[in-house]
């Protein structure tokens, strides 16, 4: 024996978080064919949408930001999905759990990866929207990119969580964004209402509360999320 | 007391129902701006008032099963989860009905439609999980984990949908109602109330049964 | 005692996988673990590993219970399954340096060594996709080395090899044997395994026949288990 069993303590909160994100984003990358058509599949919903509303472009412009948050939430039921699919695949999942991998680690791991691919999505989405929309944006960039940040962050928290449950139930594609979507509405509020300010201009000073109330709902699910996901992975 | 209660809970409670909507719907006066349609409230506002103490019971029966690991608290939950989903789709359409009558419109951005909206179709996913997953360890603290998390956003679904616009719709209309329909409503509320635990108690028992089957000693046999 | 199981069942749906299952396993003792297909045995395992929690009864492992003292259980031991607990897109190298990014304590200098010993060092960076399911279980045989347990798990180590791999993994057993482990391990191959065990458990429709029993002549298991599964009862 190399080291003697009393001394075996598990990795630091913060090098398991690193070591989950690594490896999730390495999995990504080693699938990016998937990755690639996930993304087209949110350009072919945005796209979608401007077909449904017909040819009004002033009526396009006015619903942009709905439409852009649309093709994200939609797209990230695909790639949460995927985030666990490959977690069940040869258990792979009850491999960390026994090795052990500290489940606040395995939650805030998968979740900041999953906002980083979610903000990617949203950061090309954005450009594309606004050229089909015909959109003159009048907010900031540095507005912008925070408001897309917390809009993915948003959605990845108990994206996260119910993603997890949903690989290990039987209906997987239609419980997940069964249980997601509902969860999400004030979220979703909130971003389509700070990118439109952002897109239109803000004659009355809105976006720091729509602002805050998406902070507020980051706040309250990644600490939600983090303190349940143990009981979700290991019953 | 049992049998008393199992005897008597549905005879008040349907009693209490008759006599309500009686009141309601043609001993009360008709509403000054609304008319008559402003009757379905006897029906609607007891249906949503049930309905949200249903999902606070079921939340908090979670909470309970999390901790303390109490399947009769999972069988609550499981039966409060259920006729939330009832009197809360009850509520919803009537007060769609009310909406059109009253202001011309199904649906409006309002917190309490909105928010209750939110709670019906969650937990719509909440039982679909419940009978999606058959190890009864997992569907308990998993949709354990489903309440809670719903309810938890239910502060943030008012604070969205207020500050969302749209029609801002007045708390009830007090002023213009006397004290007769008051009392009417009153009489509905706690009508409904009784009806609503007694539909628990039974809910509550088929559930309860399920689990102490489902966690009973496996069955003994001996080698042939 | 390792393994201390008290009255325990555990139930899948409608269906009892275990039923009262109470029997001890001392420690530095290798315990065969047989039964026809459907009988428990994979359950079992997955339970001594505190993967799977009881329906009813106590499970205890190094003193500890199951279910309340994971992480100190599972440092300690490691377990073999069906599912490889690898991920496909991953090569075989990366999936052994995970182990590594999570367990601070294990010395991942001998990755190179044991790569050579499974027989893999020529596909180390290849994804394990593209293994056979042989390769896999030679893999899953080397991270069980680099962890180095005090509690050895395997289910059916000899399926889907070579005879070169069932000998390599023979092998690996009577070294980890020498480092004083306790062992379970499930096999259909009974002569195989009784060769490398000193005690026997058998398991038939999710009860317990023989409980942990010091195996004596050479043949007993075999001949045992043979007589247990002709006898009626428990279909």
Same mark, same amino acid.
């Given at each position: 024996?190399?080291?003697?069993?009393?001394?075996?303590?598990?990795?630091?909160?913060?090098?398991?978080?690193?070591?989950?994100?690594?490896?999730?984003?390495?999995?990504?990358?080693?699938?990016?064919?998937?990755?690639?058509?996930?993304?087209?599949?949110?350009?072919?919903?945005?796209?979608?949408?401007?077909?449904?509303?017909?040819?009004?472009?002033?009526?396009?412009?006015?619903?942009?930001?709905?439409?852009?948050?649309?093709?994200?939430?939609?797209?990230?039921?695909?790639?949460?999905?995927?985030?666990?699919?490959?977690?069940?695949?040869?258990?792979?999942?009850?491999?960390?759990?026994?090795?052990?991998?500290?489940?606040?680690?395995?939650?805030?791991?998968?979740?900041?990866?999953?906002?980083?691919?979610?903000?990617?999505?949203?950061?090309?989405?954005?450009?594309?929207?606004?050229?089909?929309?015909?959109?003159?944006?009048?907010?900031?960039?540095?507005?912008?990119?925070?408001?897309?940040?917390?809009?993915?962050?948003?959605?990845?928290?108990?994206?996260?969580?119910?993603?997890?449950?949903?690989?290990?139930?039987?209906?997987?594609?239609?419980?997940?964004?069964?249980?997601?979507?509902?969860?999400?509405?004030?979220?979703?509020?909130?971003?389509?209402?700070?990118?439109?300010?952002?897109?239109?201009?803000?004659?009355?000073?809105?976006?720091?509360?729509?602002?805050?109330?998406?902070?507020?709902?980051?706040?309250?699910?990644?600490?939600?999320?983090?303190?349940?996901?143990?009981?979700?992975?290991?019953? | 007391?049992?049998?008393?209660?199992?005897?008597?809970?549905?005879?008040?409670?349907?009693?209490?129902?008759?006599?309500?909507?009686?009141?309601?719907?043609?001993?009360?006066?008709?509403?000054?701006?609304?008319?008559?349609?402003?009757?379905?409230?006897?029906?609607?506002?007891?249906?949503?008032?049930?309905?949200?103490?249903?999902?606070?019971?079921? &939340?908090? =029966?979670?909470?309970? !099963?999390? @901790?303390?690991?109490?399947? /009769?608290?999972?069988? $609550?939950? *499981?039966?409060?989860?259920?006729?939330?989903?009832?009197?809360?789709?009850?509520?919803?359409?009537?007060?769609?009905?009310?909406?059109?009558?009253?202001?011309?419109?199904?649906?409006?951005?309002?917190?309490?439609?909105? &928010?209750? =909206?939110?709670?019906? !179709?969650? @937990?719509?996913?909440?039982? /679909?999980?419940?009978? $999606?997953? *058959?190890?009864?360890?997992?569907?308990?603290?998993?949709?354990?984990?489903?309440?809670?998390?719903?309810?938890?956003?239910?502060?943030?679904?008012?604070?969205?949908?207020?500050?969302?616009?749209?029609?801002?719709?007045?708390?009830?209309?007090?002023?213009?109602?006397?004290?007769?329909?008051?009392?009417?409503?009153?009489?509905?509320?706690?009508?409904?109330?009784?009806?609503?635990?007694?539909?628990?108690?039974?809910?509550?028992?088929?559930?309860?049964?399920?689990?102490?089957?489902?966690?009973?000693?496996?069955?003994?046999?001996?080698?042939? | 005692?390792?393994?201390?199981?008290?009255?325990?069942?555990?139930?899948?749906?409608?269906?009892?996988?275990?039923?009262?299952?109470?029997?001890?396993?001392?420690?530095?003792?290798?315990?065969?673990?047989?039964?026809?297909?459907?009988?428990?045995?994979?359950?079992?395992?997955?339970?001594?590993?505190?993967?799977?929690?009881?329906?009813?009864?106590?499970?205890?492992?190094?003193?500890?219970?199951?279910?309340?003292?994971?992480?100190?259980?599972?440092?300690?031991?490691?377990?073999?399954?069906?599912?490889?607990?690898?991920?496909?897109?991953?090569?075989?190298?990366?999936?052994?340096?995970?182990?590594?990014?999570?367990?601070?304590?294990?010395?991942?200098?001998?990755?190179?060594?044991?790569?050579?010993?499974?027989?893999?060092?020529?596909?180390?960076?290849?994804?394990?996709?593209?293994?056979?399911?042989?390769?896999?279980?030679?893999?899953?045989?080397?991270?069980?080395?680099?962890?180095?347990?005090?509690?050895?798990?395997?289910?059916?180590?000899?399926?889907?090899?070579?005879?070169?791999?069932?000998?390599?993994?023979?092998?690996?057993?009577?070294?980890?044997?020498?480092?004083?482990?306790?062992?379970?391990?499930?096999?259909?191959?009974?002569?195989?395994?009784?060769?490398?065990?000193?005690?026997?458990?058998?398991?038939?429709?999710?009860?317990?026949?023989?409980?942990?029993?010091?195996?004596?002549?050479?043949?007993?298991?075999?001949?045992?288990?043979?007589?247990?599964?002709?006898?009626?009862?428990?279909?």
């Amino acid at each position: 024996m190399t080291s003697s069993f009393a001394e075996r303590r598990p990795a630091s909160l913060v090098a398991g978080v690193r070591a989950v994100i690594n490896k999730d984003l390495l999995l990504e990358w080693r699938s990016r064919a998937r990755v690639n058509a996930t993304i087209f599949f949110a350009f072919l919903t945005l796209l979608l949408f401007l077909f449904a509303v017909g040819p009004d472009t002033h009526i396009m412009a006015q619903s942009a930001a709905g439409y852009l948050w649309l093709a994200v939430l939609l797209s990230s039921v695909l790639s949460l999905g995927e985030s666990f699919r490959m977690e069940a695949e040869n258990a792979a999942l009850e491999g960390l759990r026994l090795l052990p991998v500290d489940p606040k680690a395995m939650f805030l791991g998968k979740a900041i990866a999953n906002t980083l691919f979610l903000f990617l999505l949203a950061v090309i989405l954005v450009p594309v929207t606004v050229a089909m929309c015909g959109v003159e944006v009048q907010g900031s960039l540095m507005h912008g990119v925070a408001i897309l940040f917390l809009g993915a962050a948003a959605i990845s928290a108990p994206g996260t969580l119910y993603a997890a449950i949903a690989s290990q139930v039987r209906a997987r594609d239609v419980l997940l964004p069964l249980l997601l979507f509902p969860v999400l509405i004030p979220a979703i509020i909130g971003a389509v209402k700070a990118t439109k300010l952002l897109f239109a201009g803000d004659p009355m000073g809105d976006l720091g509360r729509w602002t805050a109330l998406l902070i507020f709902f980051n706040a309250t699910y990644w600490l939600l999320c983090l303190l349940l996901f143990g009981r979700v992975v290991e019953e | 007391m049992k049998r008393a209660i199992d005897f008597g809970l549905p005879l008040l409670a349907i009693a209490g129902i008759v006599v309500g909507e009686i009141m309601g719907l043609w001993i009360a006066p008709a509403e000054r701006h609304m008319g008559d349609v402003y009757r379905i409230i006897y029906v609607h506002v007891p249906a949503a008032w049930v309905a949200l103490l249903s999902f606070l019971i079921a &939340a908090a =029966a979670s909470f309970t !099963f999390l @901790f303390k690991t109490s399947w /009769a608290a999972d069988a $609550l939950a *499981e039966a409060a989860g259920e006729l939330g989903v009832l009197f809360g789709t009850v509520a919803y359409i009537l007060g769609a009905i009310w909406g059109k009558g009253t202001w011309g419109v199904w649906w409006t951005p309002d917190p309490k439609l909105t &928010a209750m =909206a939110i709670l019906v !179709f969650g @937990f719509a996913g909440y039982i /679909a999980l419940r009978n $999606l997953t *058959e190890e009864p360890e997992r569907r308990a603290a998993w949709s354990a984990v489903v309440a809670i998390i719903l309810a938890a956003g239910i502060p943030i679904v008012w604070f969205a949908v207020r500050w969302w616009g749209g029609l801002h719709q007045n708390q009830s209309t007090r002023d213009s109602m006397n004290v007769f329909m008051g009392a009417t409503l009153g009489i509905n509320v706690l009508a409904f109330t009784l009806l609503f635990v007694w539909f628990l108690r039974m809910r509550y028992r088929v559930a309860k049964a399920k689990i102490d089957e489902e966690l009973s000693e496996p069955p003994e046999q001996e080698l042939a | 005692m390792v393994v201390q199981l008290n009255n325990v069942s555990k139930r899948y749906g409608r269906r009892w996988a275990l039923v009262q299952l109470t029997f001890a396993i001392p420690e530095k003792s290798s315990v065969l673990l047989t039964g026809g297909n459907g009988a428990g045995k994979t359950t079992l395992l997955r339970m001594l590993a505190t993967s799977l929690k009881s329906t009813r009864g106590e499970v205890r492992i190094f003193d500890k219970l199951s279910g309340v003292d994971n992480d100190l259980i599972r440092p300690r031991l490691a377990l073999v399954t069906h599912d490889s607990h690898l991920y496909d897109d991953l090569s075989a190298e990366e999936n052994l340096s995970l182990v590594g990014h999570f367990l601070p304590w294990v010395d991942m200098r001998r990755m190179g060594d044991i790569l050579e010993r499974v027989g893999l060092a020529p596909r180390r960076a290849s994804a394990v996709r593209g293994f056979s399911a042989g390769m896999r279980r030679r893999l899953c045989m080397g991270r069980m080395l680099l962890v180095e347990p005090e509690l050895v798990l395997l289910d059916e180590p000899f399926g889907q090899l070579d005879p070169p791999g069932v000998a390599l993994v023979e092998e690996i057993i009577r070294e980890v044997q020498q480092k004083q482990v306790t062992l379970v391990m499930s096999t259909h191959d009974v002569e195989r395994g009784e060769a490398l065990c000193d005690h026997h458990l058998h398991l038939k429709s999710g009860r317990v026949l023989r409980a942990v029993e010091p195996l004596g002549e050479p043949g007993e298991a075999t001949r045992i288990a043979q007589e247990l599964e002709a006898r009626g009862g428990w279909h």
